[in-house]
């Protein structure tokens, strides 16, 4: 019943989308002196928001054609190096920049496109040589091409990190940082020789017991049956995922904007009033993050379920009872990787304590190159995007990936 409520909705909305759009062409085209009347200026602000208040399943572009290195701008090329039916590495190669540091970014699968952390990606392009796994929409992927649950994750991280080979350093942005710490552990416990220089995990939820918060709670006090009932739904026939059971990204999206109803009803507002005062910049910046926002793609069932079982409800990686196709998975095996944990001080999805739990699981690890940075000023997102993001939290792992260097090296020479 979700995507058909979804579709009669979008359908119904449609003529009024339809209307907003073609009305502030018109009065975007309307003679300088009478477009500047104050009641032009009004209708065409609540006409352009509304022409663009709508979520869609089109996976933006990133958009990165070049960073600045050096003093100078480099091109930046997309190019896919490994694909399967639900997710290409894809590799943001600078052909005039050799030598910096290899980094993997995992993004989250969490309703929203891998774009979402385009930030991320693009302030790590100035110094780093960076891959990401870019996730694929469930909903365009056949149900014979089989499931994709957490322990497909972990070793979509895991086959990434081969195939980049020795020396790579790994960033976890938020939901996977539990899949990325177990397929280090794996690939550590093998003596894989892909095991990552370093690691960082941002803002995940390696140990929901510590300081929980709402998101927690709501997890932990509701059956797994209760998120199949009500969240799970089926792709209708007429996509190519057809038949393959999911989690809607636009469920996703309307629970992301009710945490939080008036931090967005005030962002619409203030977007509105830059509009009408012809502050256009602002305005624009506002308007792309939630073409961003509400970007959406739809998640495989099995792997949303197991992520609320098994790492929200369960707690599986902090007890030691998480396994990888019958395997235990052991942080403690982890001996050769630095570790790297950011947190923001006032995240609301991911308390602070959550992800530095890694720290006490990875026993193995020399205290020396452990390391926890609390991002004052911060939420959620301002752990890994935003003018924090860029002045205070990036340099930390920049040192961080740099310092883990030399004994990348010492290691490959041994």
């Known amino acids: 019943m979700l995507y058909t409520a979804y579709e009669i909705n979008r359908r119904a909305g449609a003529p009024v989308v339809a209307a ?11 003679p300088a002196p009478l477009a500047r009347t104050p009641a032009v200026r009004h209708v065409r602000a609540a006409c352009d928001i509304l022409a663009k208040a709508r979520p869609t399943h089109d996976r933006p572009a990133y958009g990165i054609g070049s960073v600045r290195v050096g003093g100078r701008d480099v091109d930046v090329v997309e190019r896919p190096a490994l694909t399967t039916p639900f997710g290409t590495l894809l590799h943001f190669a600078k052909p005039s920049v050799p030598g910096q540091p290899r980094v993997l970014v995992v993004g989250p699968m969490s309703g929203h496109f891998t774009t979402l952390i385009r930030p991320t990606i693009r302030t790590l392009l100035s110094d780093h040589d960076v891959y990401v796994m870019d996730w694929h929409n469930a909903r365009d992927i056949p149900v014979d091409r089989g499931r994709f649950g957490l322990d497909e994750y972990i070793a979509h991280v895991m086959d990434a990190l081969r ?4 020396g790579t350093h790994v960033v976890a942005v938020c939901q996977p940082a539990v899949p990325v710490l177990a397929a280090v552990a794996l690939l550590a416990a093998e003596g894989d020789p892909a095991e990552p220089a ?27 049956s209760w998120f199949e009932r009500r969240l799970i739904d089926t792709v ?27 931090r967005h009803l005030s962002a619409h507002a203030r977007m509105y009033r830059d509009l009408v005062a012809g502050n256009t910049a602002a305005a624009a910046a506002t308007q792309a993050f939630y073409d961003e926002y509400g970007a959406v793609m739809d998640v495989p069932a099995e792997f949303y379920l197991e992520t609320v079982g098994r790492i929200f409800q369960e707690h599986q990686l902090p007890t030691g009872r998480l396994t990888w196709r019958g395997e235990r998975v052991d942080p403690g ?16 999805i991911c308390s602070p304590g959550q992800t530095e739990a890694a720290h006490r699981l990875c026993t193995g690890i020399p205290e020396e190159r452990k390391r926890h940075h609390l991002q004052n000023g911060v939420g959620h997102y301002g752990v890994f995007s935003g003018s924090r993001w860029e002045a205070e939290v990036y340099p930390v792992i920049r040192a961080f990936i740099e310092s883990a260097r030399p004994a990348e090296r010492t290691t490959s020479l041994g």
């Not at 907003?20 to 309307?30: K, P």
């Not at 007429?238 to 009710?258: D, E, H, K, N």
């Not at 095996?333 to 609301?348: K, M, Y």
């Open 20 to 30: 907003s759009g073609l009305t502030a062409r018109a009065l975007h085209a309307l």
């Open 198 to 224: 370093s690691l960082t995990l941002m803002a995940g939820p390696i140990d929901t017991r510590v300081n929980p918060n709402r998101v927690n709670t709501a997890a932990a006090t509701k059956p797994l």
């Open 163 to 166: 195939h980049l080979g020795a």
């Open 236 to 262: 209708p026939g007429r996509y190519a995922g057809a038949g393959r059971r999911v989690y809607p990204g636009v469920v996703q999206l309307t629970a992301f904007m009710s945490m939080n109803p008036k």
């Open 333 to 348: 095996a982890i001996r050769n990787t630095a570790l790297l944990t950011v947190e923001g001080a006032q995240d609301d």
